[in-house]
Each structure stands twice: as C-alpha cells, then as structure tokens.
C-alpha cells in the first residue's frame, strides 16, 4: 500500500505493529498518553522498538468518553504531527473522525485517517481523504463511545459487521478513494460484549474477507479483563495471547501499547508459520 508521504505498506512479512499514541489525558491506559513534546518522544521511542506505523489521537474513544471540539483536537495534534515527521519517516496515522482535522494533519505529513466512524460521523471527511489520496482505516462501531458499552446486542454479530463493511467500502469508492487505500477494523470493544470479541477474533477473515489489510486493535481492552479478572495494568499476556489469535486468523495490522513485545510476537508466529 503506497502512502502519501512515499512510504509503503507491506504485508507480505510479519503483521504490522502500530503504537498508540494518545494525545491526550482521558484513554483508558495511562501510560499510552502524552502530550506535546513528549507525545513526539514516544513516537520515536515506539519506532525503535521496531513498529511500522505510529497512530496519533486526540479523543478519547474508551467506553463513556465523550467527544472533543474540533479546535482543541487541532491544537493536541498538529504540532506533535509535524514535528515527529521532521524526525522520521515513518508512516503516521491519525485517529479522527473529523474532516478538518483529517485535512490539515495530512497536511502536517499523516498518511493514514483512522476513523472510528467509518466515514460517516463527518459527510467531508471521504472528500477529504480521496482529495489527499489518504490511505482509510473503516471501523465498525455499534452506539457512539459514551454509551456504546450498555448492552450492546446483535442478533449475528459476524453478519451485521460484513453487510457494515459492504456498505462502507461502496461508500468510500464512491466518493473517489482508491480500492488499493482501504483498511479494515471490526472494532473490538466499540459496541461488542465478550461473546461478540470472541466471535469476531474466530471469524477475522471471514467477516473481513481478503480483498483489503485488516486492523485489530485489542490491546488491553476490558475482554481481556472479564477472562484474566487482571486490571488494565496487567493485562499484556491476555493481550498478546489475543493478538496472536488474531495474527493467525488473518490480521495484517495489530494496534498496540506495548510495541516491541508484539514486535517480537509477530516475527515469531511469521518464522514459525510461513512455509
């Protein structure tokens, strides 16, 4: 996958790490979140430790967080943006679901949109990134995160996320962005109780189908918890376990806190399983 700034994806290797870089006080793992300067430094500290993709976000989307202004997400990530791009090369991500913000952090050197919404939150933002020739990370999420985690309920949750993805990719194509730029991401944790999680990380491949890279993010989610009983702290075995599962299952990026030792994971399920 050719990004706007030059570099490429490639998944023909191990699956892809992406760092979290939370930039800002409220996701639910504290040692994720940095400002500023800092935010810039973790950057450049998870690109050592061997990922291939840094995600910067500004909102929070735990479950109960509520969604920030357009002017303060601006102000927490362009400047991180543009000055970890004079120090790398490195594909970057942001996590947004707004156009201008998408818009103007391409414009600061990101490669990747990664939208929670799927696209459909802002009606510019598909504009926005087919203009940029921005790569897009469509996820499915059920509710919004302030009340997404009451409840939630399918009746097929691998068929209500496939016929998601169906529409959402037309939609994407139809707003002129390129089929080669599309990435999948089934949400884990965004509207999905513990039965939903484990059914999607089973059925990975066939919910998402192998026409596009998909996207799992799983790091230290509460289904990791409600298994182990461990708290957010303690919960990188269950999350590497996890990941794992979800490697073998079909996924071609895995977002994460704990970069190198999923740098790690990766290359030894890639050894251990290709012929």
Request: proline fraction near 4%; include cysteine.
């Amino acid at each position: 996958m050719k990004l706007p700034s030059g570099p490429l994806l490639d998944f023909s290797g191990p699956a892809l790490v992406m760092a979290i870089i939370n930039c800002n006080e409220d996701s639910f793992y504290a040692p994720s979140r940095a400002l500023g300067e800092k935010a810039v430094e973790k950057a450049l500290a998870a690109e050592k430790e061997g990922a291939a993709i840094v995600d910067f976000g500004a909102e929070s989307s735990r479950p109960g967080a509520d969604y920030i202004s357009e002017g303060e997400e601006l102000k927490r990530l362009i400047t991180v943006i543009s000055a970890f791009r004079k120090l790398s090369s490195l594909p970057v991500s942001v996590d947004t679901r707004k156009a201008a913000v998408a818009r103007a952090a391409i414009g600061a050197g990101a490669d990747i949109i990664n939208d929670i919404s799927a696209l459909n939150d802002d009606p510019k933002m598909a504009g926005v990134c087919a203009e940029k020739g921005a790569a897009v990370v469509l996820m499915h999420k059920k509710g919004v995160p302030l009340t997404m985690q009451e409840n939630p309920f399918y009746s097929d949750v691998a068929e209500e996320i496939r016929g998601f993805f169906c529409d959402s990719v037309k939609r994407a194509l139809s707003a002129g962005i390129s089929r080669e730029k599309l990435i999948l991401d089934p949400g884990f944790g965004f509207g999905k109780g513990l039965k939903d999680n484990l059914q999607i990380i089973r059925l990975l491949a066939e919910i998402c189908g192998k026409d596009y890279p998909i996207l799992v993010g799983l790091s230290r989610k509460s289904f990791i918890g409600e298994i182990t009983g461990r708290d957010v702290k303690d919960r990188l075995a269950g999350t590497l376990a996890a990941n794992s599962a979800a490697i073998n299952a079909g996924a071609d990026i895995i977002r994460v806190h704990d970069v190198k030792e999923h740098v790690d994971l990766a290359r030894v399920l890639f050894s251990i399983t290709r012929e």
